[in-house]
């Protein structure tokens, strides 16, 4: 379960000595339930980014806090955040963020080998993985030698093969046509439902915001509308 | 993330700029050679003059000036620790002369004791030591000195001795305090001698004798000569000693060395000129390795400059990494190892080409530097130009290394900073 509560944030904008604050994220307080597909749609500019690299670790809050799994994380010095989001959290980001200089295999493997897993495990396991993602013909391939829904399909493998919790996707299908757009949903909802991982995705799309059990607006840096609550 | 991965993941880096790499490595190769060959001069240098220094003497030789020293004075000395051999010899402080025949010559003797001689490096190339007091060894150029006094040119050319010396008797004199010689002759018979000195300059005209032959000698001496006594304060003495101390080990010299200057002996030995010579060279040495160090300093401009553009290019994969879980540390720790890298395979580069060039400049400088000068060798010398010692190699190693692991350390902090939020925003 992620428990935000009270979270406030602003950026210093403007020259040198002439800054101002803006703030970004005001007084934000909601959870998310273990297993659940939550979205938090807003517009460009809203602060839903800005919520989600907060929530992933990349941000300090500078204020409010935020527990994952009963763990606060908002206090976490960089090493422990990195530590954490090892452990806990995947990642599926817009533009995919492959390694260029790794195949598809060693992408999706990345993760375990940041964890100091042994070889042969690894293997194993990212076998296993390619074959429910349906990536094994294309496992030696680099990522400029995939289309958009098999670098997609990669990053995701690369999120689930360290089996985190909970998966952040930061506008997953904004670099995808509708049809590989729809896949990708699909599979998100195919994994909530078998692994029970919860998925928090930022969009600013209605559509794909529509396909989560949960739905959070973003606007001017407030969540002014609550969700509409789907079956899981 | 296990060390195997760290560094497959560090070879994957450096594949994919493989010609900037080489092109950084060469730099590192170039200025750590430079620093090894360079220094590799001082050791040379500092090798051919211990060898021509030591080449003289025996390392173990401890000269012991006094003006009191006499047989028992010598005794004593013969029973300290780690004393090998004490060799008192006597030299005559008056004028002589020895002649076979028609060939006189001015030899100088030695009184000495053979044994204590034999212990240390006495040898001789024929016949024996003496066994009474008429018995003498002479040295190896004992017959050059003896010249045909009425067969001397007009033209300087003179007729030394020829015949065999083993067995023959001459006749020895011996001036008084005056310098005139006194007209007592003492027949000695050669018995052996003397081994050739290592150097072709080095010529031993000497004649030596057993202490049995002072009596004799101090008998002809004073009916001449006053005795030193109260009435003759200022008479001259026949007879001033020198000593030299032989140390059983090079490790005991200074130890022998200092128990001999606390009981009021003045000493030399060649340990201290080889201490000086040292310092020197460690001097010179540590210059040479100062200079060749900022040949590694230049290089290592292209040592950060290499990493600060693999951090600069991979901002975006050090950004995915950091968002997926990498520590920082670790990420400190691939661009580092990356450094060390071309820091290792530079270095081995270097000790590679040093030694070689090494070999070749001992094996050609030689060549050249003879035929400049238009002599056969270098005056008897053996002369090294270069040698690169172990640690030589474990000092010009350390510095490589240690140069472009700092030139490395930088980047590799800026790659720890990057932040995970404008990394992602990088475009592809």
Same mark, same amino acid.
């Given at each position: 379960?992620?428990?935000?509560?009270?979270?406030?944030?602003?950026?210093?904008?403007?020259?040198?000595?002439?800054?101002?604050?803006?703030?970004?994220?005001?007084?934000?307080?909601?959870?998310?339930?273990?297993?659940?597909?939550?979205?938090?749609?807003?517009?460009?500019?809203?602060?839903?980014?800005?919520?989600?690299?907060?929530?992933?670790?990349?941000?300090?809050?500078?204020?409010?806090?935020?527990?994952?799994?009963?763990?606060?994380?908002?206090?976490?010095?960089?090493?422990?955040?990195?530590?954490?989001?090892?452990?806990?959290?995947?990642?599926?980001?817009?533009?995919?963020?492959?390694?260029?200089?790794?195949?598809?295999?060693?992408?999706?493997?990345?993760?375990?080998?940041?964890?100091?897993?042994?070889?042969?495990?690894?293997?194993?396991?990212?076998?296993?993985?390619?074959?429910?993602?349906?990536?094994?013909?294309?496992?030696?391939?680099?990522?400029?030698?995939?289309?958009?829904?098999?670098?997609?399909?990669?990053?995701?493998?690369?999120?689930?093969?360290?089996?985190?919790?909970?998966?952040?996707?930061?506008?997953?299908?904004?670099?995808?046509?509708?049809?590989?757009?729809?896949?990708?949903?699909?599979?998100?909802?195919?994994?909530?439902?078998?692994?029970?991982?919860?998925?928090?995705?930022?969009?600013?799309?209605?559509?794909?915001?529509?396909?989560?059990?949960?739905?959070?607006?973003?606007?001017?840096?407030?969540?002014?509308?609550?969700?509409?609550?789907?079956?899981? | 993330?296990?060390?195997?991965?760290?560094?497959?993941?560090?070879?994957?880096?450096?594949?994919?700029?493989?010609?900037?790499?080489?092109?950084?490595?060469?730099?590192?190769?170039?200025?750590?050679?430079?620093?090894?060959?360079?220094?590799?001069?001082?050791?040379?240098?500092?090798?051919?003059?211990?060898?021509?220094?030591?080449?003289?003497?025996?390392?173990?030789?401890?000269?012991?000036?006094?003006?009191?020293?006499?047989?028992?004075?010598?005794?004593?000395?013969?029973?300290?620790?780690?004393?090998?051999?004490?060799?008192?010899?006597?030299?005559?402080?008056?004028?002589?002369?020895?002649?076979?025949?028609?060939?006189?010559?001015?030899?100088?003797?030695?009184?000495?004791?053979?044994?204590?001689?034999?212990?240390?490096?006495?040898?001789?190339?024929?016949?024996?030591?003496?066994?009474?007091?008429?018995?003498?060894?002479?040295?190896?150029?004992?017959?050059?000195?003896?010249?045909?006094?009425?067969?001397?040119?007009?033209?300087?050319?003179?007729?030394?001795?020829?015949?065999?010396?083993?067995?023959?008797?001459?006749?020895?004199?011996?001036?008084?305090?005056?310098?005139?010689?006194?007209?007592?002759?003492?027949?000695?018979?050669?018995?052996?001698?003397?081994?050739?000195?290592?150097?072709?300059?080095?010529?031993?005209?000497?004649?030596?004798?057993?202490?049995?032959?002072?009596?004799?000698?101090?008998?002809?001496?004073?009916?001449?000569?006053?005795?030193?006594?109260?009435?003759?304060?200022?008479?001259?003495?026949?007879?001033?000693?020198?000593?030299?101390?032989?140390?059983?080990?090079?490790?005991?010299?200074?130890?022998?060395?200092?128990?001999?200057?606390?009981?009021?002996?003045?000493?030399?030995?060649?340990?201290?000129?080889?201490?000086?010579?040292?310092?020197?060279?460690?001097?010179?040495?540590?210059?040479?390795?100062?200079?060749?160090?900022?040949?590694?300093?230049?290089?290592?401009?292209?040592?950060?400059?290499?990493?600060?553009?693999?951090?600069?290019?991979?901002?975006?994969?050090?950004?995915?990494?950091?968002?997926?879980?990498?520590?920082?540390?670790?990420?400190?720790?691939?661009?580092?190892?990356?450094?060390?890298? @071309?820091?290792?395979?530079?270095? *081995?580069? +270097?000790?590679? %080409? /040093?030694? !070689? =060039?090494?070999?070749? &400049?001992?094996?050609?400088?030689?060549?050249?530097?003879?035929?400049?000068?238009?002599?056969?060798?270098?005056?008897?010398?053996?002369?090294?130009?270069?040698? @690169?010692?172990?640690?030589?190699? *474990?000092? +010009?190693?350390? %510095? /490589?290394? !240690? =140069?472009?692991?700092? &030139?490395?350390?930088?980047?590799?902090?800026?790659?720890?900073?990057?932040?995970?939020?404008?990394?992602?925003?990088?475009?592809?």
């Amino acid at each position: 379960m992620i428990s935000i509560r009270n979270l406030n944030h602003s950026f210093k904008v403007g020259k040198k000595g002439k800054e101002r604050q803006v703030p970004v994220l005001k007084g934000l307080t909601f959870d998310i339930a273990d297993g659940e597909i939550v979205s938090i749609v807003g517009k460009s500019g809203s602060g839903k980014s800005t919520l989600l690299h907060i929530m992933a670790g990349f941000l300090t809050p500078e204020s409010g806090e935020i527990h994952v799994q009963g763990v606060q994380t908002s206090s976490f010095s960089e090493v422990e955040s990195a530590k954490f989001r090892l452990d806990h959290f995947g990642f599926v980001f817009q533009n995919f963020q492959l390694m260029p200089g790794l195949t598809a295999f060693e992408n999706v493997e990345l993760p375990l080998t940041l964890k100091g897993i042994s070889k042969s495990e690894r293997q194993e396991k990212v076998n296993d993985l390619m074959q429910s993602v349906g990536l094994t013909d294309v496992q030696d391939h680099y990522p400029n030698e995939l289309s958009g829904g098999q670098q997609q399909r990669v990053s995701i493998a690369r999120a689930l093969v360290t089996d985190p919790p909970i998966i952040f996707a930061d506008e997953p299908t904004g670099s995808l046509d509708s049809e590989t757009e729809a896949d990708v949903l699909l599979l998100i909802q195919s994994l909530n439902k078998t692994r029970g991982i919860t998925f928090v995705i930022i969009t600013h799309d209605d559509e794909v915001a529509q396909t989560a059990n949960r739905v959070y607006r973003m606007h001017d840096g407030v969540l002014t509308e609550g969700g509409v609550q789907h079956a899981i | 993330m296990q060390f195997k991965d760290q560094i497959s993941f560090v070879q994957q880096h450096i594949k994919k700029n493989k010609m900037r790499v080489f092109m950084t490595v060469l730099a590192a190769t170039m200025g750590t050679a430079f620093l090894i060959v360079l220094a590799s001069v001082g050791f040379g240098i500092h090798e051919t003059v211990r060898e021509e220094v030591l080449s003289n003497r025996l390392v173990t030789e401890i000269q012991v000036y006094t003006n009191e020293m006499d047989e028992e004075k010598a005794e004593e000395l013969k029973k300290r620790d780690h004393v090998k051999a004490v060799i008192f010899r006597q030299h005559l402080g008056t004028m002589q002369q020895s002649s076979v025949g028609e060939f006189t010559g001015d030899h100088e003797l030695i009184v000495t004791d053979f044994v204590e001689e034999g212990k240390v490096n006495f040898e001789l190339q024929e016949g024996r030591l003496p066994q009474k007091s008429n018995e003498v060894v002479v040295g190896s150029h004992f017959a050059d000195n003896l010249i045909d006094q009425q067969d001397v040119g007009e033209d300087g050319e003179f007729t030394t001795y020829k015949g065999k010396l083993i067995g023959e008797q001459f006749i020895y004199k011996i001036g008084d305090d005056k310098g005139d010689l006194i007209e007592d002759e003492i027949p000695l018979t050669i018995v052996g001698v003397g081994k050739k000195p290592a150097k072709d300059w080095d010529q031993d005209r000497k004649v030596y004798a057993d202490a049995s032959i002072i009596p004799e000698l101090e008998k002809i001496y004073f009916s001449h000569v006053d005795k030193i006594d109260e009435e003759h304060p200022d008479a001259q003495q026949l007879f001033y000693g020198n000593v030299n101390v032989y140390a059983d080990k090079l490790e005991n010299v200074k130890a022998v060395s200092a128990a001999l200057k606390d009981d009021g002996y003045s000493v030399y030995s060649i340990s201290e000129e080889l201490e000086q010579l040292d310092v020197f060279f460690l001097a010179l040495k540590a210059g040479l390795v100062f200079v060749g160090t900022i040949a590694i300093l230049i290089a290592s401009i292209g040592i950060f400059n290499t990493m600060t553009m693999a951090v600069t290019e991979r901002t975006r994969e050090i950004g995915v990494m950091k968002a997926i879980g990498a520590d920082p540390k670790l990420i400190q720790r691939l661009f580092l190892m990356e450094s060390a890298w @071309i820091g290792i395979l530079g270095t *081995v580069l +270097a000790v590679v %080409i /040093s030694y !070689g =060039v090494s070999i070749v &400049s001992n094996y050609v400088l030689p060549i050249i530097v003879t035929a400049a000068l238009g002599e056969e060798d270098l005056g008897g010398m053996n002369v090294t130009f270069s040698i @690169i010692p172990w640690q030589l190699v *474990v000092i +010009a190693s350390t %510095i /490589s290394i !240690g =140069v472009a692991m700092i &030139s490395g350390w930088r980047p590799a902090r800026k790659a720890t900073k990057i932040d995970v939020i404008n990394a992602l925003r990088q475009e592809l």
